[in-house]
């Protein structure tokens, strides 16, 4: 399919897409149970406990007082770009929960509704939000366009939460995180230690076969430097990208290792409540501390990265630092200790910025320089770097099904349009999210391109010395 | 009609003043006392100052943003309002003589030319309108709209015309009619200043970054709400 045809189909696609989604189900995605209750007072109960416990008050108090409405938000956003509907404009969106903000916790609002007559949120603003807050990925683009500096992704993120609080979670996250925290296995995949260790064991032989060189997975090994916690997903579908991050601790001496209390470094609690991203860092936390661990090590992943940053936030016993894979190879090809060959990766190649490493400017550079060592033929999607595009899977979209159509048509068109702009043979996407996401994309899009992690291709260029 | 002129331009000019400052002031206190209160909450307490000051400081002074950001037309029309309104009032030769007087000091040395503030006055309510007709034009800020942005936006454009025309020998109503109006809507948009989005005036350095500072959670606010809300601090998922 050529590019213009490709791009009529889906114009088609997205024009009938919002009515089929909304055909479905009362929200856009599955619930565990319906919540009970008078939901409105629970939601009330639940926004004035958070007000009260959290940082949020001051912030969205002022962000409340002084929104300029000038929609520039919007010109920011990739989901508003492809469907043009108000309810998609950030600074609308983020108005929901203001408003409930203002006319309950305001003495403006308390005296404006006496006067106006206002009754307040009812059970239908509750449900446009618990809609609305998942058509938001939560990249944050739009904070970086927003004269006042309103941040729509610390909005949604609290609506979610709060949303949460009265039992309004998407499924998907909320089993995941049930088995990851209270479950047997203690990660979102549900893959158990003896299935971890096999797959471990097989990852071995493989680097073997590769590398004719014996190449570890070290488990549980105290007192090693790195603790690591990729995507725990990566264990049943990246096996390249995790031989990649061996083989380059195996050529950098690194020491590290996987903990078996402990190997997911996904965190939901990001995406949808505070409580849940405290539990799962302590869980970091801990089994790091047990293994008398010096860092937390992160596979290639944006949100398993920004979550452990708040560790920080959740350590009260001292810091231990994060560093995310792609951080340790730019080091230690900096220091010359990772080698890798120039001439091995030939394809054209373009890199897609995780929104959660990349909004705040921290992991950029850092990965490009890794990528040029080996890859002639690079090159960057517009805009890229700190203004990129979220992949359209962001905010743990790309966990839910239910919003498959939402995720290709709507959240994920600007992504698929630049990266067919790139005209590469090959996307690096280092986030599980992204990856799933951009490879939904390419199938959707019928894109002439695969998408790769970045150790899979330091794991061709890699030099492994005997 | 003298008299009137008079009330306005003294003791309700100075009560909407007092409210003004003390109004700002309050905003920028509880502002402060808020980021100050998260910050010490907060366990986390690394927060990318360079990055949020000069973010700050790209908007505050948005000369760069005029040619990169979006919406240039609305951001052109908003910049030059910006300037208006805080130039012109501050530095017209009038105002300052009523300063003075006010005062008991001489304060005409930084007035403008009478030419500069005419003109300044006339882009400042083309400014004005220029952004009334942009917002309801505009496909993404008309639905964001409140009543407030159109009003304050009006408020200016008489503020500035009323300005203008009042002395002006071609001015069809009398000066003192047109003076009162002038007055009184310059005393009403200082009296608004405190409630609505004009108190961006005072906080918006702090607002520019409480974002990153509503970020550093406390450590155990997760477990806190928990506990308020379910009488327990650890519950199942």
């Known amino acids: 399919m050529d590019t213009e045809t490709a791009k009529k189909v889906v114009e088609e696609k997205i024009r009938i897409a919002p009515a089929e989604i909304e055909k479905k189900k009362q929200y856009a995605y599955y619930l565990d149970a319906q919540p009970k209750g008078d939901l409105v007072g629970r939601f009330l109960e639940a926004f004035a406990a958070v007000l009260e416990h959290t940082n949020y008050r001051f912030a969205i108090d002022m962000m409340s007082k002084v929104s300029t409405h000038c929609g520039r938000c919007a010109t920011a956003c990739p989901v508003y770009q ?274 959660n490493i990349a909004r705040a400017g921290k992991i950029v550079h850092q990965p490009r320089e890794v990528i040029k060592s080996f890859c002639k033929n690079f090159i960057d999607m517009v805009p890229n770097g700190r203004l990129n595009y979220c992949c359209g899977g962001g905010g743990g979209t790309v966990s839910i099904d239910e919003l498959h159509e939402f995720r290709m048509m709507i959240a994920g068109k600007k992504k698929a349009d630049q990266m067919r702009e790139t005209g590469a043979e090959l996307v690096i996407t280092p986030c599980a999210n992204c990856k799933k996401q951009v490879e939904e994309l390419i199938a959707f899009y019928e894109l002439p391109m695969q998408k790769t992690g970045l150790h899979d291709q330091i794991l061709r260029a890699i030099v492994i010395e005997g | 009609m003298e008299a009137w002129l008079m009330f306005l331009r003294g003791p309700l000019f100075r009560f909407a003043l007092v409210v003004a400052v003390l109004g700002l002031m309050r905003e920028l206190a509880l502002g402060l006392w808020g980021a100050a209160a998260a910050y010490r909450q907060a366990n986390d307490k690394n927060l990318p100052w360079k990055q949020m000051a000069a973010a700050a400081a790209d908007w505050m002074f948005p000369v760069r943003k005029l040619f990169t950001a979006q919406r240039k037309a609305h951001g052109f029309l908003s910049f030059i309002l910006h300037v208006g309104v805080i130039v012109v009032p501050l530095l017209l030769l009038d105002h300052l003589l009523l300063w003075g007087r006010g005062l008991g000091l001489d304060l005409r040395f930084p007035a403008l030319p009478d030419s500069l503030a005419d003109g300044l006055t006339l882009i400042t309510v083309a400014a004005a309108i220029g952004l009334i007709v942009s917002r309801a034009g505009s496909k993404i800020a008309r639905p964001l709209s409140h009543f407030s942005d159109y009003f304050l936006l009006l408020l200016i454009a008489v503020i500035f015309s009323t300005g203008f025309i009042a002395s002006r020998p071609w001015n069809p109503a009398s000066y003192q009619a047109t003076m009162i109006v002038h007055v009184l809507a310059g005393d009403l948009a200082l009296l608004l200043t405190p409630f609505t989005k004009l108190a961006h005036i005072a906080i918006f350095p702090v607002l520019r970054f409480s974002g990153e500072l509503a970020w550093k959670f406390p450590a155990r606010a997760g477990e806190r709400v928990a506990l308020a809300l379910d009488g327990k601090e650890v519950r199942p998922i």
């Open chain 1, 82 to 355: 492809v469907t043009g509907e108000d309810r998609d404009i950030p600074c609308n969106r983020s108005g929901l929960l203001l408003d409930v903000y203002r006319r309950h916790f305001t003495l403006n609002g308390w005296l404006k509704a006496k006067v106006l007559g206002d009754g307040g949120i009812t059970e239908g603003d509750i449900d446009r939000m618990a809609d609305d807050f998942y058509r938001c990925t939560a990249c944050r683009r739009c904070n970086i366009f927003c004269p006042m500096g309103v941040d729509h992704g610390l909005i949604t993120h609290l609506g979610r939460y709060i949303l949460s609080e009265i039992g309004i979670i998407p499924k998907a996250l909320l089993v995941a995180t049930r088995e990851q925290i209270d479950g047997f296995t203690g990660n979102t995949s549900a893959i158990p230690v003896p299935a971890l260790k096999d797959t471990l064991e097989f990852l071995e032989e493989e680097l073997m076969e590769k590398f004719n060189v014996p190449i570890k997975f070290p488990i549980d090994q105290e007192g090693a430097e790195y603790v690591f916690f990729p995507a725990v997903s990566d264990y049943l579908l990246e096996a390249d990208t995790l031989m990649g991050n061996a083989a380059v601790m195996h050529a950098t001496r690194g020491s590290w290792t996987i903990g078996t209390l402990d190997y997911d470094g996904i965190n939901y609690g990001l995406f949808y409540s505070d409580y849940v991203l405290g539990r799962v860092v302590r869980m970091e936390l801990t089994q790091t501390r047990k293994l008398k661990g010096k860092k937390i090590f992160v596979g290639e992943c944006g949100h398993a990265t920004r979550s452990a940053w708040f560790g920080a936030t959740y350590n009260e016993n001292g810091n231990l630092p994060v560093v995310n894979c792609m951080e340790y190879a730019y080091e230690q090809l900096r220091a010359g200790k990772l080698k890798l060959r120039p001439d091995v990766v030939t394809e054209k190649i373009t890199y897609h910025d995780p929104c």
